[in-house]
């Protein structure tokens, strides 16, 4: 058998298809393998990313929470403490203001009592009056009672008691 150049031109032609066949097919495959193994790559990549900012992202969530929080709390607790103290002390002026109320009362009707004792004791005693002046007892007289010795005090008749 021999070979023509033409027949080692087809061959080597045939020879070169193949191979050049078998380099695309091998660089086709290790590029499908490099896309895969870079998917992985970014896809780990945009997975640590996201962990990351979910990190980041309940940590300032905490912070903001703490930030938010410890004023509203102080502001509650200094509500309560006024709100509570208002109401303490208003509790206690309303007990102290009617307690005073209830002793005028009391002193109204006791004033009221006196005076109609007194105006009693006038009744019974005909405006009869004892009276001290000078270390001397007096009885004061209702005007118009005639006395001997006549004497007066404030234009109503008196009588010395004695001094005994």
Same mark, same amino acid.
């Given at each position: 058998?021999?070979?023509? !150049?033409?027949?080692?031109?087809?061959?080597?032609?045939? *020879?070169? #298809?193949?191979? *050049?066949?078998?380099?695309e097919?091998?660089?086709?495959?290790?590029?499908?393998? +490099?896309?895969?193994n %870079? *998917?992985?790559v970014a896809?780990?990549?945009?997975?640590? &990313?996201?962990?990351?900012?979910? /990190?980041? /992202?309940?940590?300032?969530?905490?912070?903001? +929470?703490? #930030?938010?929080l410890? !004023? %509203?709390? /102080?502001?509650?607790?200094?509500? @309560?403490g &006024?709100?509570?103290?208002?109401?303490?002390l208003?509790?206690w002026?309303?007990?102290?203001?009617?307690?005073? &109320?209830?002793?005028?009362?009391?002193?109204?009707?006791? &004033?009221?009592?006196?005076?109609e004792?007194? #105006?009693?004791?006038?009744?019974?005693?005909?405006?009869?009056?004892? %009276?001290?002046?000078?270390?001397? *007892?007096?009885?004061l007289?209702?005007?118009?009672? !005639?006395?001997?010795?006549?004497?007066? /005090?404030g234009?109503? !008749? @008196?009588l010395? +008691?004695?001094?005994?």
């Amino acid at each position: 058998m021999t070979s023509t !150049p033409n027949d080692v031109n087809v061959r080597l032609k045939s *020879r070169m #298809a193949t191979d *050049r066949r078998q380099i695309e097919e091998a660089a086709a495959s290790e590029l499908r393998q +490099l896309g895969v193994n %870079l *998917r992985a790559v970014a896809n780990g990549a945009l997975h640590t &990313i996201e962990a990351d900012t979910g /990190v980041s /992202v309940r940590r300032t969530r905490v912070i903001l +929470l703490n #930030a938010w929080l410890r !004023p %509203l709390v /102080v502001g509650l607790v200094i509500f @309560v403490g &006024i709100s509570g103290g208002t109401w303490g002390l208003m509790s206690w002026l309303s007990t102290g203001i009617q307690h005073r &109320i209830e002793t005028l009362a009391t002193l109204d009707v006791q &004033i009221e009592d006196a005076r109609e004792t007194l #105006a009693e004791m006038e009744e019974t005693t005909w405006g009869v009056t004892l %009276l001290e002046i000078d270390g001397e *007892r007096f009885v004061l007289l209702p005007q118009g009672t !005639p006395v001997h010795p006549a004497r007066t /005090v404030g234009g109503r !008749p @008196v009588l010395k +008691l004695s001094s005994e």
